[in-house]
């Protein structure tokens, strides 16, 4: 079968990569003249590292497993790390229990409500049932109003903006659960992992194998159009390569970037196909992007891996000291790296500001956690853009229906992250979305003649 990969991020490789191991010509587009999406790597003068911050949690057991087919099981490095909350101008720890029992914000019996939710919340909450109520709500409800508004409010608004209160109280559930899932041992410390190389070494190893394969990776080669053959059997794609508008006929393309994307791009014939996805997964209507300051320094601002902001006065969603996960000395030239998020709606205006008046933004917040700092503690500075970054769950009127295994429609097919149920949308959960895809529809992609896969498809 000849298929086409549309989108050369993590999920688009993920499934070329299974695609041809099981056979098929696979020829993947990106727009980009690299690969990986959210993941590439960016240069930052004296070290190259990623654009954005990642990790790998011990049970990201899917993610691990491709590391090994890569090659790369043995480059995995693993880091017990701590976590700070900002609040009332000054950061507390909160890498540990204990840490949150002398947390002063909250009274004795306030934190043994909170901690008592959170537990009952991940062993005990139906996730589906938190499609209808917001995370608000939810949280009000579970942890009381004095913890919702001392320690969860901030953080909703500075993750979510306008959509604090619209937001489905699953997400935090998903959120929940897998830093939950992160801690271990009695002392409740987090263990966060990374490749020695970042994203770029992974990437590098994936296109190579892919290479090794034989799968046509066009790069800086945007798709322009994707429309039905008269036959119905297969789809023509319209892109640019080299200056070139180029067709080709593939007997199936698979779509991996948003919905919104490809309503744009695709013929009528294949709208409702789009709509359909967009239906049976209401989170893809809905993405929250970023814009990120990467901030290359001479030396470390904080101990933690995360510093969370609990204070709305503070326009930052957060602050992620990467060197205090990856070796600075093997990884960043001893410097530290830094990245300062700020998560917003894919249709904000300010993803059309310039580089300098979003540096001068993020400096600004920068000196109300440090009112000390100084700009001669920069050495390289850099403003990293996604429109459309997460799926977002808003309220849902009722209960969705059970996830079903998404079943391959022919020729075009959307596999994208709006297809996660109860996700925080982390790379494992990206490559095990592949992988079950590829397993619902493994009699019809491990089909051997061209025949039979017609035959097995119009079943």
């Known amino acids: 079968m000849k298929t086409a990969v549309v989108g050369g991020g993590i999920l688009g490789l993920t499934l070329s990569h299974r695609l041809n191991r099981l056979g098929h010509e696979v020829h993947l587009f990106e727009a980009a003249g690299h690969l990986g999406g959210l993941a590439c790597p960016h240069d930052y003068g004296s070290f190259v590292w990623d654009r954005f911050y990642h990790c790998i949690l011990p049970q990201d057991r899917h993610l691990r497993a491709l590391l090994g087919e890569l090659g790369l099981a043995d480059e995995l490095r693993w880091t ?6 900002w609040a009332r101008g000054r950061r507390y720890d909160m890498s540990n229990n204990a840490d949150f029992l002398r947390f002063p914000l909250l009274s004795v019996l306030s934190k043994a409500r909170l901690g008592a939710a959170v537990i009952w919340a991940t062993r005990f909450a139906d996730p589906d049932a938190l499609y209808t109520v917001s995370a608000r709500d939810w949280l009000v409800r579970i942890c009381g109003r004095k913890g919702y508004e001392v320690f969860w409010a901030p953080l909703l608004e500075a993750k ?15 959120t929940l659960t897998r830093l939950m899932e992160a801690r271990s041992g009695v002392a409740s ?14 990437l590098g190893r994936f296109e190579e194998a892919l290479r090794q394969g034989g799968v046509a990776i066009h790069l800086g ?3 322009q159009r994707i429309e039905r053959m008269a036959d119905g059997d297969a789809c023509r794609v319209r892109f640019e390569e080299e200056g070139a508008s180029i067709d080709e006929t593939f007997d199936q393309v698979f779509f991996t970037a948003p919905n919104q994307l490809a309503r744009r791009i695709v013929s009528d014939d294949l709208l409702p196909h789009v709509e359909e996805m967009e239906r049976r997964n209401p989170a893809s209507a809905v993405y929250l992007g970023t814009i990120c300051c990467a901030l290359v320094l001479r030396d470390a601002l904080t101990p933690y891996y995360v510093l969370n902001i609990g204070d709305s006065t503070v326009g930052l969603t957060g602050l992620i000291e990467m060197t205090n996960l990856i070796d600075r000395d093997a990884e960043t030239a001893g410097r530290s790296l830094v990245y300062l998020p700020l998560y917003l709606a894919s249709d904000d205006p300010r993803f059309a500001e310039d580089d300098e008046t979003l540096a001068a933004h993020f400096t600004a917040e920068l000196g109300k956690l440090f009112p000390d700092f100084q700009p001669d503690q920069i050495l390289h500075r850099v403003i990293h853009r996604e429109r459309f970054v997460q799926p977002l769950p808003l309220v849902l009127d009722d209960k969705p229906s059970p996830a079903a295994p998404t079943k391959m429609a022919r020729p075009f097919q959307i596999v994208n992250t709006s297809l996660l149920r109860c996700a925080t949308l982390n790379n494992d959960e990206v490559v095990a979305l592949v992988e079950k895809f590829v397993e619902t529809n493994s009699e019809i992609l491990r089909g051997g003649s061209q025949r039979r896969w017609r035959r097995v498809a119009a079943r």
Do not use: D
């Open 80 to 85: 017990v790390t701590q976590t700070g909350y």
């Open 160 to 174: 979510f903006g306008t959509y604090h209160e619209q937001v489905a109280a699953v997400f935090i559930y998903a």
């Open 189 to 202: 410390k987090e263990s966060f992992g990374y490749v020695s190389g970042g994203y770029g070494r992974i």
């Open 221 to 223: 080669a945007p798709v």
